[in-house]
C-alpha cells in the first residue's frame, strides 16, 4: 500500500536562501507525482507534476525531481520571497492506489523577511 | 478562464443536522472529484465523477455521505446525520483528464465545515 511522507513537518528560513522540500514514498510504481501548494484558508494550486518516465520538471523558480528507484521526490525553491509561504504537499498516483492521489501531510514553509 | 468554484465557504451546523456543498467545476473538465481535508493533514477522496458517472467512491461513508454530479457539470456532496469527526474543509477539484489516471488538478477554495 502506498504512503508519502513529508519530512519536516515545519521549515523556517530567511528571505533568498534556496532550500529543498522532501518527499518519500513507498511503492516505485507509480504514475506520475504532484506538488501542490496551499495558503490558509485556501485550497491547493497545482505546481507541477511529474509523469512517471520524466525526472524532474521546473517552473519559474521551482523545480522538481523524482527519483523512483530510491522513492524521493525534492522540490527546490530558488532565492526564496515572502511569498512563498505557504504549505507545500505532494502526492503521488499509482496503479496500487487505483491511480487516486495519496497525499503526504504537507510541509508549513515560513520565509522571514 | 473561471476557476472551480465552491459554496458556501463557511457553515457551521449541530451535531445530527444535514448540509449541503456545490460545486461547479472548470468548463470542460470531464472529471470532478471530491475531497476532505482535516486540520493537519493531507487531502483524502470521498468521490470521483467522471462526467456524471462514478469512477471511485470506495472512501465515501455511504451511510452518511451522498454526492451526485447531475448533467455531468455541477456536483452536490450532502452529509445527513452529520458527526463531530465530519468538521473538516470540503474540496471540489476538476482535470480534464478522462479516464480512471489523476491528471493535472485544479482546486476550489474549499467548504469549511464545523459540526458543533
Known amino acids: 500500500k502506498q504512503e508519502v511522507t513529508q519530512i519536516p513537518a515545519a521549515l523556517s528560513v530567511p528571505e533568498g536562501e534556496n532550500l529543498v522540500l522532501n518527499c518519500s514514498f513507498t511503492?516505485?510504481?507509480?504514475?506520475?507525482l504532484q506538488w501542490f501548494r496551499q495558503d490558509p484558508g485556501k485550497g491547493l494550486t497545482s505546481l507541477l507534476l511529474?509523469?512517471?518516465s520524466q525526472r524532474e520538471q521546473t517552473s519559474g523558480r521551482l523545480n522538481a525531481s523524482l527519483d523512483k528507484s530510491s522513492g524521493r521526490s525534492t522540490l527546490y525553491i530558488a532565492a526564496s520571497q515572502p511569498g512563498d509561504s505557504a504549505t507545500y504537499l505532494c502526492a503521488v498516483s499509482s496503479l496500487d492506489s487505483n491511480y487516486q492521489l495519496i497525499w503526504g501531510a504537507g510541509t508549513k514553509l515560513i520565509i522571514k523577511p | 478562464e473561471a476557476g472551480v468554484a465552491q459554496s458556501p465557504r463557511y457553515k457551521i451546523i449541530e451535531k445530527r443536522q444535514s448540509v449541503a456543498f456545490w460545486c461547479n467545476p472548470i468548463s470542460g473538465h470531464a472529471t470532478l472529484y471530491w475531497y476532505q481535508q482535516i486540520l493537519g493533514q493531507g487531502p483524502k477522496l470521498l468521490i470521483q465523477f467522471q462526467n456524471n458517472g462514478v469512477v471511485d467512491d470506495s472512501q465515501l461513508p455511504k451511510d452518511r455521505f451522498s454526492a451526485e454530479r447531475l448533467k455531468g457539470v455541477d456536483s452536490t456532496l450532502k452529509i445527513q446525520p452529520a458527526k463531530l469527526e465530519d468538521s473538516a474543509v470540503y474540496l471540489c477539484?476538476?482535470?480534464?483528464?478522462?479516464?480512471?489516471?489523476?491528471?493535472?488538478?485544479?482546486f476550489g477554495e474549499g467548504s469549511r465545515l464545523t459540526v458543533l
Open positions: 511503492d516505485s510504481a507509480i504514475y506520475n
Open positions: 511529474i509523469q512517471s
Open positions: 477539484a476538476s482535470s480534464w483528464t478522462p479516464g480512471r489516471e489523476t491528471g493535472e488538478l485544479f
